[in-house]
């Protein structure tokens, strides 16, 4: 069962480094002890395995490395004109902006 879920989880998890993994582990972790501990009792008297509902409910909530958005601002006081030489590159490559 351990290898099947394994195997399960490996699909859904397409582009995942190993870090994105250990905070995916990190994540599920944390929602099954949350899960264990009412409001009314101790946090180590409370202990629950992690289940593959934790799984899921942690990958909603994981975005992969390799999925991030990456935010680059441009100077606008920047032009081709600013940019010394490479004549051929600026022929070449279209002006932005």
Known sequence: MLATLLQALAALCPGYVAADLAALCREATLHAQAAAVPSS????????????DDFL???????????RETVITLDKSVSW???GGQATAKMVWPRCG
């Open 41 to 52: 009792e101790s946090i180590a008297e409370a202990v629950r395995t992690v289940q593959q």
């Open 57 to 67: 409910w942690a990958l909603a909530r994981i975005v992969p490395s390799t999925q």
């Open 81 to 83: 004109d600013c940019i």
